[in-house]
């Protein structure tokens, strides 16, 4: 085909296009844009519900972790315990002179120890008079066992310690055994 064959004139075939051309172009350009706003939009979303993710397992860890250390604790004071339950019945078993106060934590804490000692207690002609194992911790809790003001001890288990009474009776055939602290 010629240039004449139209009338001299060129007329392109595609000049109707050519709008549409740019119309649908501007139209891609936006749906692009809207798309990459779309994926901004969604990755922040998803970076916030990670943030969220993280703060609430670094919560639950955290109690975790309180949890795990008041179970600690606990089992630290029940050892703490025992083993002061356990010094005490090694004193009575000798034999010696043991606080009345002492005699009654082991008999609260520990009541088949408290029994086992009692009967197995060897006499001694010189039994030796033992401070009380939980002076230590009521002197923490308590600061001092004297009053400021007259400087007198407080500590009234002193005064009952030579004086504290056991009495056990034990029945062999039927292994029962009943024991009063008074």
Not at 162 to 168: D, G, L, T
């Amino acid at each position: 085909m010629n240039i004449k064959d139209f009338g001299g004139t060129f007329v392109p075939r595609f000049t109707g296009l050519l709008p549409d051309l740019k119309a649908k172009r501007e139209e891609e350009a936006l749906k692009k844009e809207e798309e990459a706003k779309e994926k901004e939009k969604l990755q922040k979303e998803k970076a916030e519900q990670e943030k969220k993710a993280k703060q609430q397992e670094m919560e639950s860890l955290n109690q975790q972790l309180e949890s795990a250390k008041e179970q600690a604790d606990a089992i630290g004071d029940s050892f703490k315990d025992t083993s002061k339950c356990l010094l005490i019945a090694m004193r009575i078993t000798r034999g010696d002179i043991v606080p009345q106060k002492d005699m009654k934590f082991l008999a609260e804490h520990e009541p088949d120890l408290f029994k086992q000692a009692i009967m197995l207690r060897q006499p001694k002609e010189d039994p030796e008079k033992c401070d009380s194992v939980l002076e230590d911790e009521e002197n923490a809790e308590n600061g001092s066992e004297y009053s400021s003001e007259s400087g007198e001890s407080t500590d009234s288990s002193a005064d009952s310690t030579a004086s504290a009474a056991v009495s056990v009776s034990a029945a062999s055939a039927g292994g029962t055994a009943e024991i009063s602290i008074s």
